[in-house]
Nanobody, 127 residues
Framework: QMQLVDSGGGSAQAGGSLRLSCAAS??????????MTWFRQAPGKEREGVAS???????IYADSVKGRFTISRDNAKTTLYLQMNTLKPEDTAMYYC???????????????????WGQGTQVTVSS
């Protein structure tokens, strides 16, 4: 079993920045093989994929965050990051990191493909 702990959320003004982290612990010797993805869920909305990074380090972004968010991973530290710049009020949501075994292609933002989830960290952006 692998445990994920999200952190780094908070409040920011529109145009500001936040950096989220997701630390993995437990059975992490296979961490580097997992696809790691950030999802978010706003009140009354479905959970949506935001950014993903595969075992090779290749990132994929949702159109809504492309050019503003950067996903990265440090396999030695078993930690995932999401640098969020130029924040908008519509970025307000609970953010979750998730680990899925070598998820690829069109399933990359499908929540059911992911085995492990963080507890979530709230991001609130005010105008």
């Amino acid at each position: 079993q692998m445990q994920l702990v999200d952190s780094g959320g908070g409040s920011a003004q529109a145009g500001g920045s936040l950096r989220l982290s997701c630390a993995a612990s437990g059975y992490t010797w296979t961490y580097r093989f997992y696809t790691m993805t950030w999802f978010r869920q706003a009140p009354g909305k479905e959970r949506e994929g935001v950014a993903s990074i595969d075992s090779g380090g290749s990132p994929i972004y949702a159109d809504s965050v492309k050019g503003r968010f950067t996903i990265s991973r440090d396999n030695a530290k078993t930690t995932l990051y999401l640098q969020m710049n130029t924040l908008k009020p519509e970025d307000t949501a609970m953010y979750y990191c998730a680990a899925g075994w070598q998820v690829t292609g069109r399933r990359i933002f499908t929540a059911n493909e992911y085995n492990y989830w963080g507890q979530g960290t709230q991001v609130t952006v005010s105008s």
